[in-house]
Nanobody
Framework: VQLQASGGGLVQAGDYAQLSCAVS????????VGWFRQAPGKERVFVAA???????VYRDSVKGRFTISRDNSKNTAYLEMNSLNPEDMAVYYC??????????????????????WGQGTLVTVSS
């Protein structure tokens, strides 16, 4: 399974950005997709996840600002980010989990629940 994340770059505080994660090598509709981020000197943390059903889970600090979605016809997941602030600056990683059964929110928030990872895309937010 290969994941290609894209869409990062330099944005101003308060701006919008959209990340994409193109997935190949597996039936995309059967995969659970998550986005994580890692700021300099910090651990990689959960941001959002979308189940095969389209149901979503978010990190508290991004609720209401970020939207995760998926387009099974394009084998791609998206992370739309509004009202970006400097605390959102990080390398963003997409990941997929192949076993999508019986997933509760706690499992989706755990980085080791995911089987394959993309290379990461940097989002820089200037204040």
């Amino acid at each position: 399974v290969q994941l290609q994340a894209s869409g990062g770059g330099l944005v101003q505080a308060g701006d919008y950005a959209q990340l994409s994660c193109a997935v190949s090598g597996r039936t995309f509709s059967s995969l659970t997709v998550g986005w994580f981020r890692q700021a300099p000197g910090k651990e990689r943390v959960f941001v959002a996840a979308v189940r095969t059903t389209g149901a979503t889970v978010y990190r508290d600090s991004v609720k209401g600002r970020f939207t995760i979605s998926r387009d099974n016809s394009k084998n791609t997941a998206y992370l739309e980010m509004n009202s970006l602030n400097p605390e959102d600056m990080a390398v963003y990683y997409c990941a997929v989990r192949t076993n999508s059964k019986f997933l509760n929110s706690d499992i989706l928030r755990y980085r080791h629940s995911y089987d394959y990872w993309g290379q990461g895309t940097l989002v820089t937010v200037s204040s």
